[in-house]
């Protein structure tokens, strides 16, 4: 298919996010269909990238912590992918996580997809270590955030800091309802 220029990003919100269902058809599977059809219905955000009124690429997204984002999904349709739509995604997620100051984000990929691992990776994503530090005492072991994102056998966890945390004991601030926040 030949290039073609998406409209703008946009939030998809309440029954307008069915209209990213195409989009998880044609980009999962199995066990993962079933999960992205149910976050796409539950998570905080989802931003979509549209051609002529289709939606053709969406991200899902979340702040699991008052501090931590998460990418639950990003998906683009056969047809659309290798136009840059997924990077445009993540670009977008990233931007919407730093300005809502949120200082580490998440994301995770089967281990054999090598197309979105290394679009994570050429975003500065790291592979988080099972053992590492936690993400508030600067290193991004998230041990006891891997619940809230349903990480599986097979999968590989990213992440990235967008910010350092607080020095000299600065409070975090208070969680403002996860899992509902608007980012």
Avoid: C
Avoid at 17 to 37: C, L, M, N, Q
Avoid at 143 to 154: E, H
């Amino acid at each position: 298919m030949a290039a073609t220029v998406p409209t703008p990003l946009t939030d998809l919100v309440g029954a307008d996010r069915e209209r990213a269902v195409p989009v998880i058809v044609d980009s999962f599977t199995g066990i993962y269909r079933w999960h992205a059809k149910r976050t796409l219905r539950q998570v905080g955000r989802v931003r979509a990238a549209s051609v002529g009124g289709e939606v053709v690429g969406v991200s899902m997204l979340e702040r699991i912590a008052p501090a931590v984002g998460y990418v639950y999904y990003l998906a683009v349709r056969r047809a659309f992918r290798r136009q840059g739509l997924g990077a445009r995604l993540l670009d977008d997620a990233l931007t919407l996580f730093a300005t809502d100051g949120l200082r580490v984000v998440y994301a995770a990929a089967e281990e054999d997809n090598a197309s979105s691992i290394a679009l994570f990776l050429s975003r500065k994503f790291r592979t988080v270590e099972r053992r590492e530090r936690g993400y508030a005492e600067g290193g991004l072991g998230a041990w006891g955030l891997r619940s809230k994102m349903w990480i599986v056998s097979g999968e590989v966890l990213l992440g990235l800091r967008l910010a350092p945390e607080p020095v000299g004991g600065a409070a975090t601030p208070p969680e403002p309802g996860v899992g509902t926040t608007k980012l």
